[in-house]
C-alpha cells in the first residue's frame, strides 16, 4: 500500500528553520515524482516543492526560491524539505505527496507540483511567529 509520512513541523519564530521529512512506503521514490504542497487557513492548496530524484529533477514555487531545498535520502526511501528565513506567510499545514513517473521519462515534476498529485499523507503543520 502507498504510504506518505510527514513530520518536523512546529512553531517557530521568523527567520528560524525547519526540516520537514515525508518517508514514503510501498514505493520506491526514485519511481515517483515527490511534492511539497501547503494551505493555509482560507487558501488555496499550492505545491511549493517538487522532486523526480532518478532524473534529478525539482521544481519550486517563486514564493520559495532561495529559502526551500528538496532532496531525496534514497536509502530511507524518504525525501526532505529544509526551510531556511522563514517567513510568517510560510505559516500552513504541509502534506507530502506522490505519483508515479518511470525513470528516464523525461517528464517535468513542474506539471504534477502544479496539478496535484495521486496520493497524499497527513500534513504537519508549520507555524512562524512574527
Known amino acids: 500500500e502507498v504510504q506518505l509520512q510527514a513530520s518536523g513541523g512546529g512553531l517557530v519564530q521568523a527567520g528560524g528553520s525547519l526540516r520537514l521529512s515525508c518517508a514514503a512506503s510501498g514505493f520506491t521514490i526514485d519511481d515517483y515524482a515527490i511534492g511539497w504542497f501547503r494551505q493555509a487557513p482560507g487558501r488555496e492548496r499550492v505545491g511549493v516543492s517538487c522532486i523526480h530524484s532518478a532524473d534529478g529533477n525539482t521544481y519550486y514555487s517563486e514564493s520559495v526560491k532561495g529559502r526551500f531545498r528538496i532532496s531525496s535520502d534514497n536509502a530511507n526511501n524518504t525525501v526532505h524539505l529544509q526551510i531556511d528565513s522563514l517567513k510568517p506567510e510560510d505559516t500552513a499545514v504541509y502534506h507530502c505527496?506522490?505519483?508515479?513517473?518511470?525513470?528516464?521519462?523525461?517528464?517535468?515534476?513542474?506539471?504534477?507540483?502544479?496539478?496535484?498529485?495521486?496520493?497524499w499523507g497527513k500534513g504537519t503543520q508549520v507555524t512562524v511567529s512574527s
Open positions: 505527496a506522490a505519483s508515479p513517473v518511470p525513470r528516464g521519462s523525461g517528464f517535468t515534476v513542474k506539471v504534477l507540483c502544479y496539478n496535484g498529485m495521486d496520493y
